[in-house]
């Protein structure tokens, strides 16, 4: 059984940064990728951002030249920076991760969730 712990949220002020956290546990063998999605009131959930097991990154056009993604592959955890953040960014943020445990099954996992709420 695979868990993912978030961390990180919070309130901040326009403008302001935040990072994310995202740390995966359990029998895993593999992990193919690790994303951040977002959950606005009212809103479908959203891809943020994701990096894939090579590195590869990819970006919500929203996301671009203002957050990073970022992984520790020791630690299994996947980080988000979020830099010059607007009010429009408040939301509930998830992190997902995919990929193979020790009885060789495939997983895809969600966090609980963390709110980040951007004051004007």
């Known amino acids: 059984q695979v868990q993912l712990v978030e961390s990180g949220g919070g309130l901040v002020q326009a403008g302001g940064s935040l990072r994310l956290a995202c740390a995966a546990s359990?029998?895993?063998?593999?992990?193919?990728?690790m994303g951040w999605y977002r959950q606005a009131p009212g809103e479908q959930r959203e891809l943020v951002a994701s990096?894939?097991?090579?590195?590869?990154?990819n970006y919500a056009d929203s996301a671009k030249d203002r957050f990073t993604i970022s992984r520790d592959y020791a630690k299994n955890t996947v980080y988000l920076q979020m830099n010059s953040l607007k009010p429009e960014d408040t939301a509930v943020y998830y992190c997902?991760?995919?990929?193979?445990?020790?009885?060789?099954?495939?997983?895809?996992?969600w966090g609980q969730g963390t709110l980040v709420t951007v004051s004007s």
């Open positions: 997902n991760v995919r990929g193979r445990s020790f009885n060789l099954r495939n997983f895809d996992v």
């Open positions: 359990g029998r895993i063998i593999s992990i193919n990728a």
């Open positions: 990096i894939l097991s090579g590195g590869s990154t």
